[in-house]
């Protein structure tokens, strides 16, 4: 009975479903995460008789035939590419990209990687790095007697000193663009690495190239939709037990068929 295994492929699909969402909820507060959407196909079909063929015995058409699918097989986990919502932090280092694009980030390896999230800080030595303490790129080093610093919406960031009114120019961050954003791979720590899929990094300055501008003193919140998540759990939840149900069904109906006399 290929119902057991039918129902089997729903129960993974749905279980998968379930991951996904339970992962989109617990990042609800991560900065600049955007949502995950699992994705799903139908499995392959048994043909009993294709759809056009001509019937042996009467020599008509069969206008539908009988095409029995085999389940549900996971596609994608597409992420939903969404800007969520800009809340002001005040502090001097907090960057958000008002718009597309992504700061460069360089791995320990000297991998270049990706992240949207801003809340960025200052190493011992006064290099601007990530909350796990990778240089962002280009790098840019605050000196220790600056005041306080500014960072414009074209990236350019400036130090004020108490002994001079004008600012000194340290720097400016570039902002990266993908032709395929969703084809990214997620390494975690909200980075991200460039992928056949998502075809090479685009560098430019932001503000340019269709890439978003960048705002001193505001975060870029999570994407999540609570309300959407809870609402596709419940489905989730109920499409999982419906497919148990099937299985219930179809081990009764094998107990019967040995029960026979």
């Keep these: 009975m290929r119902a057991l295994k039918i129902a089997a492929t729903g129960m993974s699909a749905q279980q998968m479903r379930v991951e ?48 029995l699918g085999l389940g549900v097989r996971p596609t994608a986990v597409s992420v939903h590419l969404s800007e969520g919502a800009l809340s002001a932090t005040n502090g001097d280092l907090d960057l958000a990209i008002d718009g597309s694009g992504y700061l460069e980030v360089a ?15 200052r190493s011992a030595e006064g290099l601007v ?39 000194q120019l340290l720097g400016q961050f570039s902002v990266a663009g993908f032709t395929n954003a969703k084809g990214l791979e997620a390494i975690g720590s909200n980075l991200f690495l460039a992928t056949e899929a998502s075809g090479p990094p685009v560098v430019s300055t932001a503000g340019q190239d269709g890439l978003g501008t960048l705002r001193q003193g505001y975060l870029e919140g999570s994407s999540v939709d609570a309300v959407r998540e809870i609402t596709e759990l419940i489905e989730a939840q109920r499409g999982y037990e419906l497919n148990a149900k099937v299985i219930t069904a179809a081990d009764q109906m094998l107990g019967a068929t040995t029960q026979v006399r």
């Design 107 to 121: 791995l320990p390896s000297g991998q270049m990687a990706y992240t949207r999230d801003g809340g960025l800080k």
């Design 20 to 67: 996904v969402i339970s992962n989109n909820l617990s990042n609800m507060s991560t900065t600049g995460y955007n949502a995950r959407r699992a994705e799903f196909a139908d499995l392959h079909y048994q043909q009993y008789a294709r759809a056009g063929s001509v019937n042996a015995s009467t020599g008509a058409v069969l206008p539908t035939g009988i095409q």
């Design 129 to 167: 790095v990530t909350s796990d303490g990778h240089a962002v790129s280009p790098e840019i080093v605050i000196p220790a007697d600056a005041r306080s610093i500014s960072i414009n919406a074209e990236g350019e960031v400036f130090a004020y000193f108490t002994d001079a009114a004008a600012g």
